[in-house]
């Protein structure tokens, strides 16, 4: 997931990519299509956030998440990933979207914001963060919540003039799993990081099919915030997710 209005899986088969020689596209050896993500394709990110997404990724489903909740959260994120139409990238199976990642760039030598405080998850109740949060719907508020708090030490860890390249969705359908795409994906955006500039790049993993592909890409946890401690009045917000996922994290990967 991912985070603020910059806000905001175990694929380890290979799929060979032959790099087109123009668009910056490729193909599968499945023949599928994978594109640099623009604004031309914002109505089928929102779809496939919207339909498909929800409905599987685990702190999403685990909170019953439907459209009507999510529908300006995904909104933010589908315009965070492809209005730069750089860094992204969506895969497509002739004219269906079947994967995505959408990622961002944060260069915090250009930013004069502070440091955000330290906010001490274990012993923090965020009822009011929940309640505060920039979305009309309760349940698009605990997710960019969540996401935050994961991601509110970014640069204070990784430093203030740090250049940063963000992952912040990565979803393959399911009906496409097994064949490799989120490590794809992830070495692709990997490779966009380096020849911007990037020193870092970062993520907060909340599925432990995505926290599995950055572990055995060198990414390393950095901290993790527990779903069992992630609270609104005193009950936890995420519970018994279905891949089993026990708290989402900060992984990073220094180039």
């Given amino acids: 997931m991912a985070q603020s209005c910059e806000a905001k899986k175990k694929f380890f088969h290979e799929v060979a990519f032959e790099e087109s020689s123009h668009q910056g596209n490729a193909e599968t050896s499945d023949n599928l299509r994978i594109d640099v993500a623009t604004r031309k394709h914002a109505k089928d990110i929102e779809k496939?956030?919207?339909?498909?997404?929800?409905?599987?990724?685990?702190?999403?489903?685990?909170?019953?998440?439907?459209?009507?909740?999510?529908?300006?959260?995904?909104?933010?994120?589908?315009?965070?990933?492809?209005?730069?139409?750089?860094?992204?990238?969506?895969?497509?199976?002739?004219?269906?979207?079947?994967?995505?990642?959408?990622?961002?760039?944060k260069n915090h030598a250009t930013d004069d914001a502070p440091i955000p405080p330290e906010i001490d998850a274990e012993h923090h109740d965020f009822a009011e963060e929940i309640r505060?949060?920039?979305?009309?719907?309760?349940?698009?508020?605990?997710l960019f919540t969540y996401v935050y708090a994961i991601e509110h030490r970014q640069k204070r860890l990784l430093g203030s003039k740090s250049k940063v390249f963000k992952l912040d969705i990565l979803g393959v359908h399911r009906d496409y799993r097994g064949r490799g795409l989120g490590k794809k994906l992830t070495e692709r955006a990997l490779e966009i990081a380096r020849a911007d500039g990037c020193q870092f790049v970062a993520t907060a993993a909340t599925a432990m099919a995505s926290q599995g592909i950055f572990t055995k890409m060198g990414?390393?946890?950095?901290?993790?915030?527990?779903?069992?401690?992630?609270?609104?009045?005193?009950?936890?917000?995420?519970?018994?997710?279905?891949?089993?996922?026990?708290?989402g994290k900060f992984m990073v990967l220094r180039l």
């Fill in 48 to 105: 496939y956030l919207n339909e498909e997404f929800s409905a599987n990724e685990p702190i999403s489903r685990s909170i019953s998440l439907t459209k009507n909740d999510a529908c300006d959260f995904f909104h933010d994120l589908t315009e965070n990933g492809c209005s730069h139409e750089k860094y992204s990238s969506v895969v497509y199976d002739k004219d269906r979207l079947i994967a995505l990642l959408l990622c961002a760039v």
């Fill in 132 to 142: 505060k949060g920039p979305y009309k719907n309760q349940k698009a508020n605990q």
């Fill in 219 to 247: 990414f390393q946890t950095l901290y993790e915030i527990p779903y069992a401690v992630f609270r609104e009045n005193g009950k936890a917000v995420f519970q018994n997710l279905h891949d089993g996922c026990k708290g």
